[in-house]
């Protein structure tokens, strides 16, 4: 036995057995195409940029998969984006939509060589394409391309194209793992491989930089002004001066999380038993944990135990 492998706890004992709890959304799905993968980066870096997390973010978004270019209307490379807001918002379907207006008008329309197309066929849609389509000033033009029906705007590089309707789908916010480790370098490393692992199951968008948050954060607040603040019972430093309500374990010093959002329930199932495998390989990894607030949150639960009962690890 290496000394690594020593250092790695057995997977049922490494993981606690408790649940993530996620919630519904309603999301918008889009193909962006690009001449290459620089500006396809830079496109999608620009569409899900301040996109973290709702608290204070107009949604969340992120990069579902990567297509190359026999996958793509245009056969050209091109990354699938999901914008993600919460259901229980009243106004749920108007903002989503607005929200898909200002990044693509704003983040793909003005990314070079860039090109949007509708992902999700649904009853209902938004008129994206005609709307941002007013940026032609009166030049623009509805046509047939790539086997789709779009829009074309002049624009000073060329011409750019995006679908007439965009469609939306209910989807689930929220699935989340924690690592626990008693340095941040191990800490980090696990949330990392977590982060890229989820990242490869495709229609599961991570939403946080690199993947990964380092602030994970609780529901309500001392404050009456927000809506959310610090997890204190999980902070390592505040260990001591929360004495027993503290919930961190003796050799914490820190905790990172990853938040994932999706498609659908099974969708994020899988990429959270995918993470928990790549996290277990990091020699020194003390816990891995999910957050919950007891179903006041959501319903849509992911039992961490369930997820590797199959023994194939």
């Not at 996109?51 to 978004?61: F, K």
């Not at 277990?280 to 957050?291: C, D, F, H, N, Y």
Request: aromatic share 10%.
């Amino acid at each position: 036995m290496t000394n690594s492998t020593a250092d790695r706890l057995p997977l049922n004992k490494l993981v606690e057995d408790t649940y993530a709890e996620g919630f519904r959304s309603i999301y918008g799905e889009i193909l962006i195409t690009a001449r290459d993968r620089r500006w396809l980066d830079r496109a999608t870096a620009a569409a899900t940029g301040h996109a973290s997390s709702t608290i204070l973010c107009d949604c969340e978004a992120g990069v579902a998969q990567i297509m190359d270019p026999s996958q793509t209307p245009d056969g050209r490379i091109g990354a699938v984006v999901q914008f993600h807001v919460p259901r229980f918002r009243k106004d749920r379907r108007e903002h989503l939509e607005r929200v898909m207006l200002a990044r693509i008008s704003q983040n793909v329309l003005t990314c070079p060589t860039a090109r949007c197309f509708n992902r999700i066929d649904s009853e209902d849609y938004f008129k994206l394409g005609r709307k941002i389509a007013f940026f032609g000033d009166r030049h623009q033009f509805r046509d047939e391309r790539y086997g789709e029906k779009g829009w074309v705007i002049p624009i000073l590089g060329g011409e750019f194209f995006l679908s007439r309707r965009f469609g939306y789908a209910d989807g689930v916010m929220g699935g989340n793992l924690w690592f626990y480790a008693g340095d941040e370098d191990t800490a980090i490393d696990a949330a990392e491989r977590a982060a890229v692992a989820s990242e490869s199951v495709p229609g599961c968008i991570t939403t946080f930089p690199g993947g990964v948050a380092a602030s994970g954060s609780k529901a309500g607040s001392s404050y009456d002004f927000t809506i959310a603040s610090t997890y204190a019972e999980y902070c390592p430093t505040l260990k001591e001066k929360l004495g027993e309500d503290s919930k961190v374990p003796d050799g914490v010093r820190c905790i990172m999380e990853i938040i994932l959002n999706g498609a659908d329930l099974d969708c994020l199932k899988t990429a959270i038993r995918e993470a928990i495998l790549a996290a277990a390989e990091v020699p020194g990894l003390k816990r891995i944990s999910a957050g919950n607030y007891g179903g006041r949150l959501g319903k849509s639960f992911i039992h961490l135990h369930e997820l590797i009962a199959d023994g194939s690890w």
